[in-house]
T-cell receptor, first 113, second 113 residues
Framework: ELKVEQNPLFLSMQEGKNYTIYCNYSTTSDRLYWYRQDPGKSLESLFVLLSNGAVKQEGRLMASLDTKARLSTLHITAAVHDLSATYFCAVDGAQGGSEKLVFGKGTKLTVNP | NAGVTQTPKFQVLKTGQSMTLQCAQDMNHEYMSWYRQDPGMGLRLIHYSVGAGITDQGEVPNGYNVSRSTTEDFPLRLLSAAPSQTSVYFC????????????FGPGTRLTVT
């Protein structure tokens, strides 16, 4: 059974600082997704990582995937208040198409001025 | 495109009542799914469908039924609501090939008293 663990679950950081969110998963997969959720809102896709060593960047966020270590990271560079949200990783452990995504519990990020 | 739409946005039910949560997408996506989100639990897959006429169970299917008569629609039925089904429900859709991120609807907040 695929399990996905994120840490930390809560992260409070100051503007301008850097930090990394970790996503570990328990079974082989080379398809990992990062989503953002603002309070009371739906989920917004951030990154799709499809192979070992994949790295994607958008603004102050950079995501990477190490399938051998079963680990993905979401790195935040010079945080700003607008990045405050909950971030979820999700792993697709199925063969074939997108089936049965398993989500981590989320990391609630608060960026303080 | 309207994307993924869900109705209603809010619903209060009494224990034992039944209801249907509606989900529709206009992106011609083959894959559709239902998740529930509970505090501190991330998202958990209830049921999913890889095309019209094909449905399967996810992680937490008990107490819910689905059907997929058209590509566009994927309703979720609660047969006899229980307080444990109080949650926020999200519908999502995607193309059924590897590496396609899921697009989420705005959610339905359900309270069962």
């Amino acid at each position: 059974e695929l399990k996905v663990e994120q840490n930390p679950l809560f992260l409070s950081m100051q503007e301008g600082k850097n930090y990394t969110i970790y996503c570990n998963y328990s079974t082989t997969s080379d398809r990992l997704y990062w989503y953002r959720q603002d309070p009371g809102k739906s989920l917004e896709s951030l990154f799709v990582l499809l192979s070992n060593g994949a790295v994607k960047q958008e603004g102050r966020l950079m995501a990477s995937l190490d399938t051998k270590a079963r680990l993905s990271t979401l790195h935040i560079t010079a945080a700003v208040h607008d990045l405050s949200a909950t971030y979820f990783c999700a792993v697709d452990g199925a063969q074939g198409g997108s089936e049965k995504l398993v989500f981590g519990k989320g990391t609630k990020l608060t960026v303080n001025p | 495109n309207a994307g993924v739409t869900q109705t209603p946005k809010f619903q209060v039910l009494k224990t034992g009542q039944s209801m249907t949560l509606q989900c529709a997408q206009d992106m011609n996506h083959e894959y559709m799914s239902w998740y529930r989100q509970d505090p501190g639990m991330g998202l958990r897959l209830i049921h999913y469908s890889v095309g019209a006429g094909i449905t399967d169970q996810g992680e937490v299917p008990n107490g819910y039924n689905v059907s997929r008569s058209t590509t566009e629609d994927f309703p979720l039925r609660l047969l006899s609501a229980a307080p444990s089904q109080t949650s926020v429900y999200f519908c999502a859709s995607s193309y059924f090939t590897q590496g396609n991120e899921q697009y989420f609807g705005p959610g339905t907040r359900l309270t069962v008293t």
